[in-house]
């Protein structure tokens, strides 16, 4: 079974400070790993993806992520927040082996960037 | 702008109403999915479509029809439904459905059941 950890529901930072969304997973295979990012009364974005090449992920909007396996970890950091960075943060994982077809959420972490 | 289109944006219905939901992508991939999202919760899986055909079913109540006509369109036909199926229905799709091929989410459907 696969499953995905976001520690923190809530994470507040002041604007131009790090951000570090966190998200550990559980998987009996080598994993897949998704970040998506969901904005008010909008659809997933995804923000990147970790599917066994580079470990050091880079995405869009400035975001990069960094796969783990000794931690299971895959963290998503942002050097300097913008306020239009305020959403809801989605870490999903798929195993790359069995019932593949299913994309298992973690239960999201809303971040609110203060001016 | 996001390359899954949903219609409507937004959807209220009575329980006795027979309403659908739309969904259409242009990218050419081939597996296509349905998702509930009840607010401040993760998206759930509902139905997955692989080449036109229904290959998941996660155990959705038989008011919800999924309908696949094409390999662009994917609907989601709707009958006495109850004010708890109230939610944000997103549609997604994929090139396969393997496990690296992301999905590419449309902005779903806020439905209300009253």
């Known amino acids: 079974a696969q499953s995905v950890t976001q520690l923190g529901s809530h994470v507040s930072v002041s604007e131009g400070a790090l951000v570090l969304l966190r998200c550990n997973y559980s998987s009996s295979v080598p994993p897949y790993l998704f970040w998506y990012v969901q904005y008010p009364n909008q659809g997933l974005q995804l923000l990147l993806k970790?599917?066994?090449?580079?470990?050091l992920v880079k995405g869009i909007n400035g975001f990069e992520a960094e796969f783990k396996k000794s931690e299971t970890s895959f963290h998503l950091t942002k050097p300097s927040a913008h306020m239009s960075d305020a959403a809801e943060y989605f870490c999903a994982v798929r195993n790359s082996g069995g019932s593949n077809y299913k994309l298992t959420f973690g239960k999201g972490t809303l971040l609110t960037v203060n001016p | 702008d996001t390359e899954v289109t949903q219609t409507p944006k937004h959807l209220v219905m009575g329980m006795t109403n027979k309403k659908s939901l739309k969904c259409e992508q242009h990218?050419?991939?081939?597996?296509m999915y349905w998702y509930k999202q009840k607010a401040k919760k993760p998206p759930e899986l509902m139905f997955v479509?692989?080449?036109?055909?229904?290959?998941i079913n996660e155990s959705v109540p038989s008011r919800f029809s999924p309908e696949c006509p094409n390999s662009s369109l994917l609907n989601l036909h709707l009958h006495a439904l109850q004010p708890e199926d109230s939610a944000l229905y997103l549609c997604?799709?994929?090139?396969?459905?393997?496990?690296?091929?992301?999905?590419?989410f449309g902005n779903g459907t806020r439905l209300t059941v009253t």
């Open positions: 970790y599917t066994s090449a580079a470990t």
């Open positions: 990218m050419g991939h081939r597996a």
């Open positions: 997604a799709s994929s090139q396969g459905v393997v496990a690296k091929s992301p999905l590419h």
């Open positions: 479509y692989s080449y036109e055909k229904l290959s």
